[in-house]
């Protein structure tokens, strides 16, 4: 369960920051936004959306090897790019300036869930580590009690 809530707090903190960014340097805007007077970043997918998506990606890939880990972000980030482009284009949810293209999403989305994906991985092998060096001494001062 703790890995899960490092990876949705991991994904919205990073999210924020990126979005922010991205929104500061005037690549990405968000006409229509919930808390406009408060935030320029678009906060429900921030910090809702996305670390959720991102929670039952690394759920569905838990136990997998890396490319079929990747194979399984496709069919997240593609729903998602599609998504962006349809509100692109018939919305004012999000705006692309700066020659933006949804070829740039769709990296960034791939690029940034496999970074997360990388992230929660390596805390689960350190601390599988870290279990197995405390079974290894726990058996070696039982040998030594005896």
Do not use: C
């Not at 999210?15 to 919930?34: A, E, H, T």
Request: zero cysteines; glycine letters at 2%.
């Amino acid at each position: 369960m703790k890995d899960w809530i490092l990876v949705y707090v991991y994904n919205a903190v990073t999210n924020g920051i990126i979005d922010k960014m991205i929104v500061k340097r005037n690549i990405v805007q968000y006409p229509v936004r919930l808390l406009p007077k408060l935030f320029n970043i678009h906060i429900l997918f921030d910090f809702f959306v996305y670390p959720t998506i991102t929670v039952m990606y690394n759920q569905i890939t838990y136990k997998n090897k890396p490319l079929l880990i990747f194979y399984k972000l496709l069919y997240f980030t593609i729903p998602m790019l599609l998504l962006e482009l349809w509100a692109e284009k018939k919305t004012d949810l999000i705006k692309w300036n700066k020659g933006w293209k949804w070829y740039h999403t769709l990296i960034t989305i791939t690029i940034k869930s496999s970074i997360t994906r990388s992230v929660i991985g390596l805390v689960r092998y350190l601390r599988q580590r870290r279990k197995q060096k405390k079974e290894r001494e726990g058996t070696q001062l039982e040998h030594k009690s005896i």
